[in-house]
């Protein structure tokens, strides 16, 4: 197939896609959207843990090079920007979601915070202790970072997992019933 071909179908496959989700009710929209935002959230979770990963790696070895540490800890912020702004998202539409949807926020909103406030810990302590970033204390700090994103990512991961296997249960139970009523 020729390229101009190709761009042709992948254009037509897009304007379909679109007019299907034109169909789609206010509250199809939000369901699909909060859940995309939870599997955005799931990748953003993921980044933090492995920046703060590398992090980690930076305090056990003997390198002792602010920027290095600086960077690190500056992709950590940036995707925790990005993490709020889809917290944000889902709290708005929050009485819109699933209750399975609302209880992974309740149950991943305080480890994003714990590990927020030891990225604040550890960039304090950056801000106090330039020369000093591979210390037992700073370590802990990015320990902690990491323990907590880990969690995050954990809990994050397994809801949208489950979700994704309830999903599927009730599409073959209806797929069954459907067969049955034949």
């Not at 390229?3 to 929209?29: C, D, E, H, N, R």
């Not at 690190?72 to 912020?77: L, V």
Request: charged share 25%; no cysteine.
């Amino acid at each position: 197939m020729k390229p101009t071909i190709l761009k042709v179908l992948g254009a037509s496959m897009l304007t379909f896609a679109l007019a299907l989700g034109g169909s789609m009710s206010p509250q199809q929209k939000v369901v699909k959207e909060s859940r995309q935002t939870l599997e955005s959230m799931l990748d953003s979770v993921g980044q933090v843990r492995a920046e703060a990963s590398r992090l980690l790696a930076l305090t056990r070895s003997t390198l002792n090079d602010p920027e290095s540490y600086a960077s690190q800890m500056e992709m950590i912020k940036g995707n925790f920007n990005v993490l709020n702004r889809e917290l944000q998202s889902l709290q708005k539409d929050r009485a819109s979601l699933a209750p399975w949807e609302q209880k992974t926020l309740d149950e991943v909103v305080p480890l994003l915070k714990e590990t927020s406030e030891a990225t604040t810990k550890a960039i304090d302590y950056y801000n106090q202790h330039r020369n000093d970033l591979i210390s037992p204390t700073y370590r802990a700090e990015a320990d902690q970072i990491y323990t907590h994103a880990v969690q995050a990512d954990q809990k994050l991961g397994e809801s949208l997992k489950l979700a994704k296997l309830r999903h599927e249960q009730a599409r073959v139970k209806a797929e069954l019933a459907t067969s049955q009523s034949k």
